[in-house]
T-cell receptor
């Protein structure tokens, strides 16, 4: 079945620095990937849709300049949290695949900004 | 707008017993997909079961089955013979082909030994 790899699993960074999270489709090509954010004991909130070769589509309220998404190839999408602040600390999850089959999710990245 | 509602924030079930998790959704689409995902403490999202809206037959996957009521826009999950490993957050999700998922708020399931 479809496998999605997300890296790193967890990261701690200093306030003001940038952090890059990678999402890879290992055994299939993904023209579209999705990025979610999840706060403790809450549901997944869609942040943006990553489109290969074009600009990402951001959900309302998500800052494009803070959460930079790049989908430069059919198997890789990256999310960069720029100038991170403690309020950006969260769990970030990507997904890819085909909606009718049920998207496959990465294992998530726990970001802590100190 | 599409919305997914899970009215049970927490549920508990005795081991080996049966539990049903509720989910309702709102949509104007006629063709769509519904899913139940499980999120254990590891936070890995795991697909439990899926249902295509155009199919009247309820989906089943081993101990997991759904009660899909299209007219009522209801999609409940039944877990039979509950096991300790079933303890997790369960999310109901809706999707139109090619588009993103809309998730419910989740139900935390506790399995009592």
């Amino acid at each position: 079945g479809a496998v999605v790899s997300q890296h790193p699993s967890w990261v701690i960074c200093k306030s003001g620095t940038s952090v890059k999270i990678e999402c890879r489709s290992l055994d299939f090509q993904a023209t579209t990937m999705f990025w979610y954010r999840q706060f403790p004991k809450q549901s997944l909130m869609l942040m943006a849709t990553s489109n290969e070769g074009s600009k990402a589509t951001y959900e309302q309220g998500v800052e494009k300049d803070k959460f930079l998404i790049n989908h430069a190839s059919l198997t890789l999408s990256t999310l960069t949290v720029t100038s991170a602040h403690p309020e950006d600390s969260s769990f970030y999850i990507c997904s890819a695949g085909r909606s009718r089959d049920g998207y496959t999710f990465g294992s998530g990245t726990r970001l802590t900004v100190v | 707008a599409q919305t997914v509602t899970q009215s049970q924030p927490e549920m508990s079930v005795q081991e080996a017993e049966t539990v049903t998790l509720s989910c309702t959704y709102d949509t104007s689409e006629s063709d769509y997909y519904l899913f139940w995902y499980k999120q254990p403490p590891s936070r890995q999202m795991i697909l439990v079961i899926r249902q295509e809206a155009y199919k009247q037959q309820n989906a089943t996957e081993n101990r997991f089955s759904v009660n899909f009521q299209k007219a009522a826009k209801s999609f409940s999950l039944k877990i039979s013979d509950s096991q300790l490993g079933d303890a997790a957050m369960y999310f109901c999700a809706y999707s139109v082909t090619g588009n993103q998922f809309y998730f419910g708020t989740g139900t935390s399931l506790t399995v009592i030994p």
